[in-house]
């Protein structure tokens, strides 16, 4: 294989694709496939090609040519694969960014050749408000609205006074400021911990110290795990509740967890359980394909396909007219997973926003249970700032 | 009071753990002149194989040995095949092979294992607080690896000081030609020491398991930290790596745990929280500038 | 010491194939092979920067991402004092002129380099190799939390930067003017190689005993190797982000370093193009390989190890060897 990979170097720096008969439509999906946010690549991955393979390799009655890359977290990487992907194969459709550090040197490129980025999860501040762009759609959320859903919940539970925590980076500022925004109690105490942080004993112990009613916390993937799990072995978890936005215990979270999770109040915009057609088809469809639970991050994927999918069918599968395409984006005229969806002038979504808690499954391990809203038609703080 | 004694608490059981991976990489530093940044990846393959062995068969103890045995043959294999003829190279070449040994072992655990991370659950003989003092309880499982910790400490301590083994350990890192010289099997050498580093990485892998997640990529986010270990406390000094784990770990976690509420006094309190987090992240760091600027070998260098 | 510069019909075939290779890359289907040269070229020149000090002057240091972002935040910050039309700290007015943004580059890296070259270099080897890591993961960590320039996210540059009479937004431009720079960059790098101070760096490496018992000054033309290889550090930051139109803490991160690092040894340590040569290669190899598999690090990361283990000098010396000649 390596020698195989020698001789394509010597010939040639970028691989010829196959032609079809019929035109396709190419779709390029930049995501984060190595490291140890890998996981939720794979599921935006796996996610948008199951819509693809369960309508057949169509979308929207259109064929589609879907080309992913591994970006690897690195925001010159992901620059680099969009440029040669809009040059050299033509490509006028991506989607599949994790991260939004990646997101910010890559959807400007993308939008400026103008071709279409569809987002299944990154959505920056700065790319809601002024740096808003006709081009750039967002299916998931806004930021900030995760963690505002999260505030809100801690309100309508009651709680008076809390302590919060979240990585020093951006994302986590905006999570305690989303989060402040709309919880109605005392801030007791604010800890912003490191990216690279392993260890948070000294911040259980802080947090015992000042006994809040209860504990907001935003720590991403691998950082929550090893944070949900000191909590509890810190016998915090019987004393102190916890309220989370969905990032910090999505389902790979959860099962890694364990019953340690069990309690746990999450507010979200999709979950397994929810009763509606779009999702039970989703949930048989990706249950007999991985065997395995999906994201949060699965769902927004796959909801991103079905948005792509609605334009392209009004278009007939031609990105020739971009107007044409954009203005069927914009409807959003599809049947989205978690119910109800439309977008905002700023194009990021305007949607729900669930109430969930952990409780023991059927077979004993824990899941997400849906117990009641939180948000009805939640748009983002940023919209008003966006001049299209 | 007794917050302050916890604090402490955590800072020796986070600088314990340190001391497990810096001990094998300032041996291998000292005594082979290598510069081993796969280290953190042995430490990761110990953890993966704890993690997978205490899944299958339900118990975390069996998963211990499995971790220790993976990771002194991975050790054992990787010197072998790589590190073995590195010996003779600048530093340089040794960072470019052990890098692409990271990128190697990344990836195959990612075949082997998936991209989600594993869960090990807390063995029930462990799990729990106790109470040590009115008012101070601690969890079980982090004073077992406190105490895990200082008794390989002791053992390294017996081994380096009172068996042959050990008197070739300590003659290789203060003068390597000689002990060559001197007609010892030093391959053999090379390997054992080379193992037990390894197993020592792979031993605080499996014991971080039921405290941290379980990934791919764990290996480079404590390697540089080590790294940091092994340069302050000298190079190649057991001793040394020992007092600067405790005193890293100690450093960092007061750091953490104290810097935001002192810096409150004196500005405002997001700002004070932003400054302090981002002042406590470079603690570390400076904290060796420091120590080099004033010992540049560190604090216990043997041949200084 | 270095021939490699006295060739010049190599050279003239290079650079002739450098200035035809828009339109190759055009003709031949592939017009994001400008791109990636582009990206080859700036980290061409970091490479080389960190070559100086590290193949000429026996000086590992793992921290030359620090300079690397610093040109980059120069560049990012700059503009958005621009956009917002404010001053820095209240003084400096934020500007989009490359005339401007690389001399003030060079200015910041070249002090940056002045401060942490002279704390580091008293000490050596091993705490040589991890001091100049500390310093630069401190500026890490100071970027991650200044919340005013983006912090984690990075610094979106929305407009590149302006050369007067340039259209600095078509990708043709972009590449000739930074092979402009490159070549000027490379020309300098190899009088300064050539020049009595190259070879005292040489010496130094050597043997410092004998170079301090001739009188000179280690510690003084050490630092000044020091302070040129962070400014060429910096010139290419500010170049990166002004290609990417971005400036982000990923450019400072231990990382970085390493890549660099790795660019300089894959290509040749200690050579004049060595560096360039292992730039362009780690960068193809990246881009070819990620979009062979999903897997690509596996097959980077067997390729680094052949080229470590028995190439013994980089593919500089590979060529060399393979064209019968001695490197």
């Known amino acids: ?388 | ?304 | 010491m270095d021939k490699s510069i006295n060739k010049p019909f190599l050279l003239a075939g290079v650079l002739i194939v450098l200035v035809a290779l828009p339109f190759l890359a055009n003709a031949a289907g592939y017009p994001a092979l400008t791109s990636l040269a582009t990206r080859a070229l700036i980290y061409g020149i970091a490479a080389a920067s960190l070559n100086l000090v590290l193949g000429y002057g026996g000086m590992v240091s793992f921290g030359h991402a620090a300079f690397f972002g610093l040109g980059g935040y120069v560049v990012g910050i700059l503009y958005q004092h621009y956009t917002q039309d404010d001053m820095l700290l209240g003084l400096i007015p934020g500007t989009n002129q490359l005339l401007v943004t690389l001399p003030a580059t060079l200015l910041v890296s070249g002090l940056a380099a002045a401060l942490i070259g002279a704390l580091s270099l008293r000490t050596g080897g091993v705490q040589f190799i991890m001091i100049t890591l500390a310093f630069a993961q401190m500026l890490f960590f100071l970027f991650v939390s200044l919340k005013t320039y983006g912090g984690d996210d990075g610094l979106i540059i929305r407009r590149a930067n302006e050369l007067p009479g340039l259209n600095m937004r078509d990708k043709q431009t972009i590449y000739y003017v930074y092979l402009a720079i490159a070549a000027i960059f490379f020309f300098l790098l190899w009088r300064i190689v050539n020049s009595r101070f190259g070879n005292v760096l040489v010496g130094l490496r050597q043997n410092e005993r004998r170079m301090a018992a001739l009188g000179l000054p280690a510690y003084r033309y050490k630092l000044a190797a020091f302070v040129i290889s962070g400014m060429g550090a910096g010139l290419a930051g500010c170049l990166m982000a002004n290609f990417l139109r971005f400036a982000s803490p990923d450019m400072v991160h231990w990382t970085k370093s390493g890549e660099l690092m790795v660019m300089v040894v894959l290509g040749g340590v200690g050579t004049l193009f060595g560096p360039l040569i292992g730039a362009a290669a780690y960068t193809i190899l990246e881009a070819v390989l990620a979009s062979w598999t999903e897997y690509w690090q596996l097959g980077l990361g067997f390729i680094l190890l052949f080229v470590v283990l028995y190439t013994h000098g980089g593919i500089q010396a590979l060529f060399a060897r393979i064209g019968g000649r001695r490197p």
């Open chain 2, 1 to 304: 009071m007794s917050l302050f004694l916890e604090q402490l608490l955590n800072g020796l059981q986070f600088g314990v753990m340190l001391f497990l991976l810096a001990a094998g990489l300032t041996l291998i530093f000292g005594i082979m002149g290598v510069i081993n940044l796969a280290h953190g990846s042995i430490y990761m393959i110990g953890a993966y194989a704890g993690a997978y062995v205490a899944a299958q068969t339900g118990s975390f103890f069996l998963g211990v040995p499995a971790a220790l045995v993976a990771a002194a043959l991975v050790g054992a294999a990787m010197e072998f095949l790589v590190v073995r003829r590195l010996y003779k190279r600048d530093h340089l070449d040794q960072v470019l092979a052990t890098f692409a040994l990271i990128l190697i072992f990344n990836q195959v655990v990612t075949l082997l294992f998936g991209r989600q991370p594993l869960f090990v659950s807390m063995p029930s003989l462990l799990d729990g607080a106790v109470e040590l003092l009115p008012g101070l309880t601690y969890p079980i499982y982090r004073l077992a690896i406190i105490l895990v910790g200082l008794l390989v400490a002791l053992g390294l301590y017996l081994l380096i000081n009172r068996t042959r083994i050990g008197m070739l350990v300590r003659a290789g890192s203060t003068n390597r030609e000689m002990v060559r010289a001197l007609g010892v099997n030093v391959g053999m050498l090379y390997t054992i020491v080379f193992g037990l580093g390894a197993l020592l990485a792979g031993l605080a892998g499996v014991m971080a398991g039921p405290i941290l997640a379980v990934q791919v990529g764990m290996g480079e986010q404590i390697l540089i930290t080590t790294f940091v270990v092994v340069v302050i406390g000298g190079v190649g000094s057991i001793r040394g790596a020992f007092v600067a784990s405790l005193l890293l770990g100690v450093v960092d976690t007061m750091l953490r745990a104290y810097l935001p509420s002192m810096l409150r006094h004196v500005m405002i309190g997001s700002d004070a929280d932003a400054l302090g987090a981002g002042i406590s992240s470079m603690g570390i760091y400076l904290l060796m500038a420091v120590v080099l600027l004033i010992r540049p070998k560190g604090l216990f260098a043997p041949n200084s």
């Open chain 1, 1 to 388: 294989m390596y020698r195989k990979t020698f001789l394509a170097l010597a010939v040639s720096v970028a691989a010829a694709l196959p032609a079809f008969a019929q035109e396709p439509v190419k779709i390029g999906l930049i995501t984060t496939l190595s490291g140890p946010g890998g996981y939720i690549g794979q599921d935006i991955r796996d996610a948008f090609k199951l819509a693809v393979d369960m309508e057949g390799g169509k979308l929207g009655g259109a064929p589609v040519d879907l080309m992913v890359e591994d970006d690897a977290l690195k925001p010159g990487q992901g620059k680099q694969i969009a440029e040669r992907m809009l040059t050299n194969d033509g490509v006028k459709l991506f989607t599949g960014i994790v991260f939004s550090n990646v997101a910010g040197a890559t959807v400007p490129d993308i939008v400026d050749a103008g071709a279409f980025y569809i987002s299944p999860n990154a959505a920056p501040s700065n790319m809601a408000g002024k740096g808003c762009n006709e081009n750039y759609f967002v299916v998931s959320w806004q930021n900030d609205s995760l963690h505002e859903s999260a505030g809100q919940l801690a309100s309508n539970l009651g709680y008076k006074s809390a302590f919060v925590l979240a990585p020093n980076y951006q994302a986590g500022k905006d999570a305690i400021t989303g989060f402040k925004r709309y919880f109605k109690g005392k801030i007791v105490g604010e800890l912003y911990t490191s990216l690279d942080q392993t260890d948070f004993s000294a911040e259980m112990a802080q947090i015992r110290a000042a006994n809040p009613e209860v504990v907001f916390q935003f720590h991403p993937g691998g950082l929550g795990i090893s944070f949900l799990r000191q909590y509890e072995q810190a016998g915090l978890l019987k004393t102190v509740p916890m309220v989370l936005a969905e990032p910090s215990l999505d389902a790979v979270t959860l099962k890694s967890i364990g019953e340690a999770a069990i309690g746990l109040n999450v507010s979200s915009h999709w979950n397994s359980d929810f009763d509606n057609p779009a999702n039970k088809k989703f949930m048989e469809a990706w249950t007999k394909a991985y065997n395995r639970m999906p994201t949060y991050y699965a769902s927004q994927a796959y909801d991103a396909a079905l948005e792509i999918a609605s334009a392209l069918k009004a278009t007939n599968g031609s990105l020739a007219d971009a107007d044409a395409f954009r203005a069927a984006l914009r409807k959003a005229d599809f049947q989205s997973v978690r119910g109800k969806f439309s977008f905002g002038p700023n194009q990021h979504p305007v949607q729900d926003w669930y109430a969930l808690k952990v409780e023991k499954g059927e077979d004993g391990k824990p899941v997400l249970k849906t117990v009641g809203e939180v948000f009805k038609d939640h748009g983002d703080a940023y919209a008003d700032q966006c001049k299209m």
